[in-house]
């Protein structure tokens, strides 16, 4: 994988964008440390920085045509760029073996319409020196990204908000209605930043810009939901063919490439495939927790002695503050309240020790519905037929009940107070969008300033209000996961030069899975019955058994101990934050004393006041 750059600006001299370009690809060099390369014609810099996975020896960016006239910084991997290369044969002369030549030349003969044939991930620049106009977009799922500051005549754009910062050289300021959607969700709406005026291209976008003209960004893709015509033993085939298909494709490299395996049964899924029905027996990564009721090892060992895969491990112990700090302010460069980031990167770290690449099992919850909050969805429906006095009864037992101090919602007590709180928000704007969210009056009293303010999340008006479980999965697929799970997968491996990629985000797998109607992808109260049906013959039937847990990291414990120390001290130290501290006391309280589970809210409030307290371009 890659990191690109791009700088105009005609306010500075060469000597000074040069300088800023050098920084920025400093900040990048994790994203890329086998090579980097520059390119300069006036006030324009572009860069670039490259993990060799094809093509080792050539392919070096930014690539230019033969005429001179275009210029490429490419980040990602196109899987089927063999297929295209043959094709753009008649109309290009190649002189390289790799995927970076095969978008150029694509481009430049077929134009945007060329990106609709692509099948990978991908975030790129591309400057037409005559036409004076940059060309950036990223791939259908957002799995790649792309930040971007437009500042009158000036663009910038980078790979991660470090260099980007790097790039303009000056402070950013807060942008307070991105703080509310954080604090609201735990990430950033699409297109939106922590920063007033940076922006991320959308997945499935193109963005144009010229010096002087204002930015047009177009949607080339969009998910689809329903309309399959067919059976259900012919959707299952097709699923098991493209599926297949899939992970072949994604091991085409040039270095080996391992795989990430949780024990659950999406990472378990793509070992099978590779080793059942491809031949191949990957290198297998996981991690684990000193708290055994969050450590899944021994479901991965059971997959791994099942395929006899050469199987590796690490367990992550307390909160590491040094490295969230490297994460928050080097890699991903604003708040970030997933706390499995921090387990990802130890896994993406002990991986990026024996391979350069490793498949993941990531999207196969949004499209086989397989999060919780779908079942919750499904009881709702139950609940709100029932009488307003028995629901008063079933709330008030919930509430009186001890909340469990653990966080993951395997226990049933632990279920019915996450099924309370669903319930508590169900007046809230877009309850669905995650599964942190806060009722409205609560966070009314936690963030008086703010409560009123924050961005209606693009791209999923249909999905609002989530009234379906399809729609459910249809906003999670366009927010949660570009958001959260690929955000917290690109970076945590990035920072330790490991290329991650994700068989199930094949775009023929995302348009079969949501063409599909919801009772074959639920049974009653449980998901991913598609995927247990077609695949029943890969995984051991103690995988398939096995209730969802999730990649819960044990933050309820975390803030029990130093990390409850560390939030009090940020609490008194800063007074620019836009919280009421008495409340925040409170839930700390609450927390500490096992009135209720926490942990999570507690997480977010923390990452949110660590990142005001260390970065350096605020």
Known sequence: MCGIVFIHNHRIKQSLLQERMQQALARLAHRGPDESGRWFNNSLGIGHVRLSILDLSASQQP???PSGRYVLSYN????NYHHLRREL???????????TEVLLAGLIIQGESFLQRLEGMWAFALWDSQAQSLLLARDRMGKKPLFYHLQGESMSCASELPALAALDGGRWHEDLDSS???????YYLPGMTAYQNVREVLPGHVLHWQPGSDIRQQAYWSLVVGGFQGSKQQAQESLRERLEAAVRARMVADVEVGAFLSGGIDSSLVVGLLCQELGIKPKTFTIGFAENSYDERRFARQIADFYETEHYEEVLGECDSDNLKTLIMDHVGQPFADSSLLPTSLLANMTARHVKVALS?????ELFSGYQRYQGRALLRWYFRMPRFLQRRIEQSIEA???????????????AHLFYDLIKRQESETPYIAPTNYADHVFARLLPSIAERGHHPPLIPAAARADTIMEMMAADAAVYLPQDILLKVDRASMASSLEVR??????????????????WHRRGYSGKHMLRETFSDLLPAAIWKRRKQGFGVPVDKWFRGKLGKELRELLHKQNAHPFNTSEVLLMLDEHCLGQRDRGYRLWNIYVYLFWKEHAAWL
């Open 180 to 186: 509310a959607d954080y604090l609201r969700y735990g």
């Open 76 to 79: 990602g991997e196109i899987y």
């Open 502 to 519: 994700a068989p199930f985000l094949d775009t023929r797998v995302v348009e079969l899975a949501f063409s599909l109607p919801r009772n």
């Open 63 to 65: 690539m230019t045509d």
């Open 89 to 99: 044969e008649e109309q290009w002369t190649f002189s390289s073996q790799g995927d």
């Open 361 to 365: 099992g990531d999207g196969a919850d």
């Open 401 to 415: 009940l001890p909340e469990p101090a653990v966080h993951h919602s395997r226990s049933l007590l632990k279920k």
